[in-house]
């Protein structure tokens, strides 16, 4: 089965440091990975998705993400951070033994201090 | 720009109401889906449909029904709102190939009193 993970609730950096938001997964294929971001009062944002190839995927707002098969992780990143990166971020996978069906993760909310 | 519209941002229902939660999207997608939200369980799948007058149970259909008689629109009912259903209901769609992501609405917060 299918399932996704993000180990922590919350993520607080200083703006200006670098950030991550961690995601790890589990699928009986080849996974297609997502990551969304959700501000408050809306519907949810794609970011960037992982498909294949290239293990380093690049996004929307200078964000990206490592796709890594032996740990089963796609980590988002940001080589600096910005107070307006304040959000909640969701990971998803979806896979073809899964059929239409995405996964969401139970999300991330980042703080970023000024 | 794509688009995904909800019907109404806010509502709020009686127990026991029939309550109708539209949505239309104008980008020609096959898959529609409906999401609720609730904080620190994510989004759950509701229900969802592949084309038109098809439909098939998500993660958590009981209390709910949907109806897609066209393309652009995918209705989800509930049949007779509970106080247990008040939450955050996102409507999604995307195209029918694996690869693509999801265009979101901006949601419906519904409080059933």
Known sequence: ?114 | DVKVTQSSRYLVKRTGEKVFLECVQDMDHENMFWYRQDPGLGLRLIYFSYDVKMKEKGDIPEGYSVSREKKERFSLILESASTNQTSMYLCASRLGDMNTEAFFGQGTRLTVV
């Open chain 1, 1 to 114: 089965a299918q399932s996704v993970a993000q180990p922590e609730d919350q993520v607080n950096v200083a703006e200006g440091n670098p950030l991550t938001v961690k995601c790890t997964y589990s699928v009986s294929g080849n996974p297609y990975l997502f990551w969304y971001v959700q501000y408050p009062n809306r519907g949810l944002q794609f970011l960037l998705k992982y498909i294949t190839g290239d293990n380093l995927v690049k996004g929307s707002y200078g964000f990206e993400a490592e796709f890594n098969k032996s740990q089963t992780s796609f980590h988002l990143k940001k080589p600096s951070a910005l107070v307006s990166d304040s959000a909640l971020y969701f990971c998803a996978v979806r896979d073809e033994g899964g059929g239409f069906k995405t996964i969401f993760g139970a999300g991330t909310r980042l703080f970023v201090k000024a």
